[in-house]
């Protein structure tokens, strides 16, 4: 049966919400701006980076939200599965966590301060975008007239966006399921640099150091899986291994501001659970 109508009546309501997200984004710089005149222990570049990150997930989320309604319009006969639908959710209530997160993010104890603090956590945070949106790239002119960008992107099998394999939909909701599991206990302590705030060790954290990145990286493959072009196969390895260099080096700054922080890596995995760990308290026992 056609979802044409429905479709239609949240496509009319797209504008609305549009209208209403940017309005909240100038309300929020608005506040922000005044918060910090008020407050004067906080730090003019803590307010720049929570408007930065506050704009930039507000206008990913009114992206994804128009290119979904786009896409359905566009194919209202499309075999649309639940897993779809389960997926799409968890990924924009992971992106509304990280919204949350910055507005209402503690300022750090230790900042950012060197360039693979600042400007390598932004690179590994854009490479997921291109995974997910190079589906979307043979849009663009200049990919479609040139046979090498085509090759690059065109999917190694007949795969289009909604067709959802029972591998890639278990990686993609894993993933995400992990991702948003790690930010309701991470909260205030969210950030993209490589910064410490509080020191979080319960949820996920009590097992693993970096669940976020752990579920960020099943994701990752999920949607290569999905969509496995020479591209997205090329960018899914440089940024597993980018992201295991990215939580290095935020180790490297928890060991300088958290002494204790050395005993919790003996004790939990960077992305698994210790699997020795309980043979290592019944021998102490």
């Not at 290569?224 to 960018?235: K, M």
Request: aromatic share 18%; hydrophobic share 50%.
């Amino acid at each position: 049966m056609s979802q044409l109508p429905i479709i239609s009546w949240i496509a009319g309501m797209v504008t609305e919400l549009q209208i209403l997200l940017l309005l909240f984004c100038l309300a929020l710089n608005l506040y922000l701006f005044v918060t910090c005149r008020l407050k004067n222990h906080e730090a003019w570049l803590d307010v720049f980076f929570k408007m930065f990150g506050s704009n930039y997930f507000t206008l990913f989320i009114i992206h994804r939200i128009n290119m979904e309604v786009i896409f359905l319009l566009n194919n209202p006969d499309y075999p649309i599965e639940i897993g779809y639908w389960v997926n799409w959710s968890l990924g924009m209530m992971m992106f509304f966590l990280f919204l949350g997160a910055y507005i209402t993010r503690s300022n750090p104890i230790a900042r950012a301060n060197r360039l693979r603090e600042i400007i390598y956590p932004l690179y590994c945070g854009s490479l997921p975008m291109l995974i997910f949106e190079s589906f979307s790239f043979n849009r663009f002119e200049f990919v479609r007239n040139s046979e090498t960008l085509v090759t690059l992107f065109r999917p190694f099998s007949d795969i289009d966006p909604g067709h959802w394999s029972g591998l890639s939909i278990a990686f993609i909701i894993f993933g995400h399921s992990i991702s948003v599991w790690a930010l309701f206990y991470l909260r205030r302590s969210f950030g993209i640099l490589s910064e410490v705030r509080n020191f979080v060790n319960g949820g996920p954290y009590r097992y693993v150091r970096h669940p976020l990145y752990a579920g960020e990286n099943f994701a990752a493959l999920g949607f290569c899986l999905l969509f496995p072009s020479w591209f997205n196969v090329a960018v899914t390895i440089v940024f597993l291994a980018s992201q295991r260099l990215r939580a290095h080096f935020e180790e490297q700054k928890f060991l300088q501001a958290i002494p204790d922080y050395k005993d919790y890596m003996d004790q939990a995995g960077a992305y698994l659970p210790r699997l020795n760990k309980k043979a290592d308290e019944s021998k102490e026992l």
